[in-house]
T-cell receptor, first 113, second 110 residues
């Protein structure tokens, strides 16, 4: 089983460029999440989607947009990348809207120069 | 999110040892979660705790939801090399905001 699949695994951007991080899950989960992980800090929630057609802001949503394209896919977009957005981004999913991520992808390592 | 303090920040284990780590908060939590992250991978949910005083095991892992609802503990018994990684606690307050601790890094003692 693939679980949660994120693409790309690595990306380098220049300041001001735009980029969409893709995430897909094959577990028929209702809820999906985007987190960022920075050194010495816990994961911080950017956006989440409790179910298809709904999205909500998390703790650090500024500079990001999301799309819940269908039940399987939840994408994260950086419209104008900034060096402060250099991070490792994780997508996660859970069966229900417990806001409790159960399955994480392997992450996208994003560097913005 | 709420501030979660994980302790220790890092630890060395020797095969066969029992190890412990904990997580504390100044706020009351109604759910505690423990995750493990291996290098280059995403976190994996190990144990979820929903009630004060609850003690739950998953193989050699045991976690407890503190009576005060402001702390949680994770114990690993008879550690093995594959226990290395970063262990994260996470907790929910009543407003369903999940906060993560900064992690405890476990490495093998040379």
């Amino acid at each position: 089983n693939a679980g949660v699949t994120q693409t790309p695994k690595f990306q380098v951007l220049k300041t001001g460029q735009s980029m969409t991080l893709q995430c897909a899950q094959d577990m028929n989960h209702n809820s999906m999440y985007w987190y960022r992980q920075d050194p010495g800090m816990g994961l911080r929630l950017i956006y989440y989607s409790a179910s298809e057609g709904t999205t909500d802001k998390g703790e650090v949503p500024n500079g990001y947009n999301v799309s819940r394209l269908n039940k399987r896919e939840f994408s994260l977009r950086l419209e104008s990348a900034a060096p402060s957005q250099t991070s490792v981004y994780f997508c996660a999913s859970s069966e229900s809207d417990l806001r409790q991520p159960q399955h994480f992808g392997d992450g996208t390592r994003l560097s913005i120069l | 999110g709420q501030q979660l303090n994980q302790s220790p920040q890092s630890m060395f284990i020797q095969e066969g040892e029992d190890v412990s780590m904990n997580c504390t908060s100044s706020s009351i939590f109604n759910t505690w979660l423990w995750y493990k992250q291996d290098p280059g991978e995403g976190p994996v949910l190990l144990i979820a705790l929903y009630k004060a005083g609850e003690l739950t095991s998953n193989g050699r892992l045991t976690a407890q939801f503190g009576i005060t609802r402001k702390d949680s503990f994770l114990n690993i018994s008879a550690s093995i090399p594959s226990d290395v990684g970063i262990y994260f606690c996470a907790g929910f307050t009543n407003d369903y905001k999940l906060s993560f601790g900064a992690g405890t890094t476990v490495t093998v003692r040379a």
